[in-house]
């Protein structure tokens, strides 16, 4: 129930316009009793009587109910979901702020199809809930209400013959609910977990084609397919047998009242109308008497769903700022690393150990070392997308974890092997992250990254869409995007992480170029595949599983350092 009560209080600031709703049922109900109770006067005063004068009352009233529950039916629907609409979007935008806000920890331990799925699948059930349940519960609910008092008041003795059927059902339903829930749960993650692989299917869709793969990738989506259609078809079941099952005892209990009450007309005990009126009321039930044994499909539908948005709501960020933090200006002096330690979980192996080096302002810094011993793993924690497990990373001698998130990030300038773009055009791809929207300044900024040239002959220019992670532009000319967006922002800490291993020679000498303009005069962190990149750098630090194996400059490394001697010359580099 507590999930229940949570997705309650999004409908707290709402709730003026929910109870004008309830009112609206309250009305639908009442006139939808009065409809079928009409049924009595027509066929004992007009048909049986023969009392013709009562023909223009009786037609008014039907017409002033069908009027007055057209009106208000529309308005309760509209005002449903209106409230529905609204709160999924308050919802979204909660989980929506939440993930931007979470540690980059919690991206790598949950794919991106399941957070998707949090997001659409499981949001649009509540959104169902939230229009469903009210509906179901509030004016089908008073329907049975009203129906259950004109029963009682037309012959006591049959609606209790029906009623005695009531426990039974409850019993049943209740059962039905349980397996409802448990089932609705592993729709939900079986949902979660095709969203997950065509997600990453269709990103790899080149890797497929070009290994042609597609026989076996498709082999495998049916049967994920397959799973999902045999956990939805057992909830299926548990969720169509509540209305059958209500319709065919309730049917049996009305036989009874068939029997004895159609010999109470004949013996002139009961009037016809009575009868009529009756029968048509309880058959009347069955329809929102169905739609309240959906509720129960619905509610545990909905408290599913709602575990799982919260889950996600709930989740801690493990990187957070400090309650006394502060705004870093710019370097004045140095970055340090002393005794740093990491390891991205408890219990799991060190990645870093025991790092000690101090990188000055306006020096240039490589990182090198094996793949796997750790190289981007310190720019991660520079940058605090973790935090050490021991130690302490410093600006100036001030723990970076005093600084604003914000202030520290912005004094920074990253540039990687993957480039990441938005399906935006080249100038709002250029400018992301910073405030000025000036296109001079974008324009200057990229013919800095020899940028400006390739834009030019584009289609739009600078106004050019790109489509999904630049798809629409070379590995050269992404690079050289990013490039200039790190210009746009001016950062006196610049971060390149292998920012050119992928390039071919062309575009590789393109970039160098950029990259050149754009560490003049600031402090920069390299880490290189290709060590001829680094060879002029002021300071090349030597990773080796986690560890320092040496600090110093190229010629010094090449003397000194066996690791270091044999990388340089496994890359066939003179």
Same mark, same amino acid.
Do not use: C
């Given at each position: 129930m507590e999930t229940l009560k949570r997705l309650l209080n999004y409908l707290k600031p709402y709730k003026t316009k929910f109870y004008y709703s309830l009112i609206c049922m309250v009305i639908i109900a009442a006139v939808q009793a009065a409809i079928v109770y009409l049924t009595k006067p027509i066929f004992d005063q007009l048909l049986i009587n023969k009392q013709k004068e009562l023909i223009p009352l009786i037609i008014k009233s039907l017409l002033i109910a069908a009027l007055l529950k057209f009106i208000f039916t529309y308005w309760q629907s509209y005002l449903l979901s209106?409230?529905?609409?609204?709160?999924?979007?308050?919802?979204?935008?909660?989980?929506?702020?939440?993930?931007?806000?979470?540690?980059?920890?919690?991206?790598?331990?949950?794919?991106?199809?399941?957070?998707?799925?949090?997001?659409?699948?499981?949001?649009?059930?509540?959104?169902? %809930?939230? !229009?469903? *349940?009210?509906?179901? +519960? /509030?004016?089908? $609910?008073l329907q049975i209400i009203f129906y259950i008092g004109i029963l009682f008041y037309l012959n006591w003795k049959w609606s209790i013959a029906i009623f005695i059927s009531f426990p039974i059902v409850a019993l049943l339903l209740i059962d039905i609910g349980k397996k409802i829930k448990r089932r609705a749960k592993r729709v939900q993650e079986q949902t979660a977990s095709i969203y997950s692989i065509l997600q990453e299917k269709i990103s790899g869709v080149k890797l497929i084609k070009s290994v042609t793969n597609e026989k076996n990738?498709?082999?495998?989506?049916?049967?994920q397919n397959e799973n999902y259609f045999n956990i939805?078809?057992?909830?299926?079941?548990?969720?169509?047998?509540?209305?059958?099952?209500?319709?065919?005892? %309730?049917? !049996?209990? *009305?036989?009874?009242? +068939? /029997?004895?009450? $159609?010999?109470?007309?004949?013996?002139?005990?009961?009037?016809?109308?009575?009868?009529?009126?009756?029968?048509?009321?309880?058959?009347?039930?069955?329809?929102?008497?169905?739609?309240?044994?959906?509720?129960?499909?619905?509610?545990?539908?909905?408290?599913?769903?709602?575990?799982?948005?919260?889950?996600?709501?709930?989740?801690?960020?493990?990187?957070?700022?400090?309650?006394?933090s502060v705004e870093i200006s710019e370097l004045k002096n140095e970055i340090s690393f002393n005794n740093v330690s990491f390891a991205y979980e408890p219990g799991k192996p060190t990645v870093l150990k025991d790092l000690n080096f101090t990188i000055k302002k306006g020096e240039v810094a490589a990182i090198v070392g094996p793949s796997g011993s750790g190289k981007t793993t310190i720019i991660n924690l520079l940058t605090r997308f973790f935090d050490p497990t021991s130690g302490i990373i410093s600006i100036d001698g001030n723990d970076i974890k005093n600084f604003t998130l914000k202030s520290l990030r912005c004094q920074m300038g990253i540039v990687t092997q993957e480039t990441i773009l938005f399906n935006d055009t080249v100038s709002n791809n250029i400018s992301y992250g910073t405030e000025s929207k000036n296109f001079t300044d974008?324009?200057?900024?990229?013919?800095?990254?020899?940028?400006?040239?390739?834009?030019?002959?584009?289609?739009?220019?600078?106004?050019?869409?790109?489509?999904?992670?630049?798809?629409?532009?070379?590995?050269?000319?992404?690079?050289?995007?990013?490039?200039?967006?790190?210009?746009?922002?001016?950062?006196?800490?610049?971060?390149?992480?292998?920012?050119?291993?992928?390039?071919?020679?062309?575009?590789?000498?393109?970039?160098?170029?950029?990259?050149?303009?754009?560490?003049?005069?600031?402090?920069?962190?390299?880490?290189?595949?290709?060590?001829?990149?680094?060879?002029?750098?002021?300071?090349?630090?030597?990773?080796?599983?986690?560890?320092i194996a040496d600090i110093g400059t190229h010629s010094e490394l090449i003397e000194k350092s066996t690791l270091y001697k044999q990388l340089y010359e496994l890359q066939d580099i003179t």
């Open positions: 209106w409230i529905g609409q609204t709160i999924v979007k308050d919802i979204r935008n909660d989980m929506y702020e939440k993930l931007l806000n979470l540690s980059l920890g919690y991206f790598i331990k949950s794919s991106t199809g399941q957070l998707i799925s949090r997001l659409t699948y499981d949001v649009a059930q509540i959104q169902r %809930g939230i !229009i469903m *349940i009210p509906r179901n +519960i /509030f004016r089908d $609910g990738e498709t082999r495998e989506m049916k049967k939805l078809m057992r909830l299926t079941r548990a969720d169509i047998l509540q209305a059958p099952l209500i319709e065919f005892i %309730g049917l !049996i209990a *009305i036989t009874f009242v +068939i /029997f004895f009450g $159609g010999i109470q007309v004949i013996n002139g005990n009961v009037t016809t109308g009575t009868f009529v009126a009756f029968l048509a009321t309880a058959l009347s039930m069955y329809k929102p008497a169905k739609a309240v044994t959906e509720v129960n499909t619905d509610i545990q539908t909905m408290r599913a769903s709602g575990e799982r948005i919260f889950e996600l709501l709930d989740e801690k960020p493990t990187v957070i700022e400090m309650p006394q974008i324009e200057n900024a990229a013919r800095q990254a020899n940028a400006h040239y390739f834009i030019e002959k584009l289609l739009q220019k600078y106004d050019t869409v790109i489509g999904e992670k630049g798809a629409t532009l070379s590995g050269g000319e992404r690079q050289r995007i990013a490039i200039a967006r790190v210009i746009l922002r001016n950062p006196h800490i610049l971060i390149l992480d292998e920012a050119t291993s992928a390039l071919d020679s062309e575009s590789e000498m393109l970039v160098q170029d950029a990259l050149s303009r754009v560490m003049e005069g600031k402090t920069t962190v390299v880490i290189a595949h290709r060590l001829s990149t680094v060879k002029s750098a002021d300071k090349i630090i030597v990773i080796d599983k986690g560890k």
